[in-house]
């Protein structure tokens, strides 16, 4: 359960850090930055840094684990920032491709 745990809180990391690079990304791609722009460069450096948190993902759940976990938690947490912070709209397939991600993460887990 250690490991299992261990595993899902790395790829929870990595997610995180990622949403924070898209962010910042998506803010200097609306504000049409340059790619010098301090929100570039730090979108830049927290995508290098989630790398961190996906090796020690791997070191403890499966690849296929660590991958779906991690698509499912940004998915969800970019549909929620892309709707509440930059006014984006999300249709009915959208909502099911959400649903779909979300019983993905489900049948993947594996309790070892």
Do not use: N
């Not at 490991?3 to 990304?25: M, R």
């Not at 509440?84 to 887990?109: D, I, K, N, Q």
């Amino acid at each position: 359960m250690t490991q299992f745990a261990f595993g899902y809180g790395f790829a929870l990391f990595t997610a995180l850090f990622v949403i924070a690079g898209d962010v910042a990304l998506k803010y200097a791609a609306d504000g049409q930055m340059p790619l010098t722009s301090r929100h570039v460069l730090f979108g830049a450096a927290i995508y290098a840094a989630s790398a961190l948190f996906w090796y020690f993902a791997m070191r403890h759940i499966t690849l296929a684990q660590a991958g779906v976990a991690y698509s499912m938690l940004t998915l969800i947490a970019l549909a929620v920032i892309g709707t509440l912070y930059f006014g984006e709209t999300l249709a009915a397939r959208e909502y099911a491709g959400l649903a779909c991600a979300c019983a993905a993460m489900v049948l993947m887990s594996r309790i070892a």
